[in-house]
């Protein structure tokens, strides 16, 4: 049996790294969630966008209401991730253990952004501008191209192959 003090102290980068999983693990659960709640409300159509106007009200105001709640999740979360990002460029890492936070980042928006996708695809097909949204869109992509930028040169990040 090791004692605490015998084991190795953890750098901030791996404690960063750890603590960044664990966050990244949740914030997946979580979106999943929205997403099988929304997915349920989703009335059942043959046809996406679907007409508004064919479905019954009540099942109509609970899509609404899932709609909402994913929509209020994707403004959060981008908001977070804004924060994330800002955070990350700021410390004092390596380069390249910046690019593995910032690959575990892309990672998880790469997941959340089929399940955000939805307010897009999984809607009726008329509905009232949402500049909100809109921005919270083209700021989510935003952030994701900056950390793809910021990856530029993974090689060195894999181990090298062949000898």
Sequence with gaps: MSSPASEPQLSAFDK???????????????VYAAEKSFRVAVPRTDELPFSAAQIEPQLLFEYQQQRALLRDLYL?????????????????????EKKLLWLMILGYMDLAHTVF???????????????????????????????????????????????
Aim: aromatic fraction near 4%.
């Design 16 to 30: 960063a790294r750890n603590g960044l999983w664990l966050s990244l693990q949740k914030h997946l659960e979580t």
């Design 76 to 96: 959060d979360e981008t908001t977070q991730l804004d924060s994330l990002v800002k955070a990350v460029r700021q410390k004092s890492y390596q380069e390249d």
């Design 117 to 163: 996708a939805l307010l897009d695809t999984h809607r009726p097909s008329r509905q009232e501008p949402d500049e909100e949204l809109t921005d919270t869109t083209a700021r989510f992509e935003r952030i994701r191209n900056f950390i793809r930028l910021n990856i530029r040169g993974i090689a060195g990040l894999l181990p090298k192959l062949g000898g």
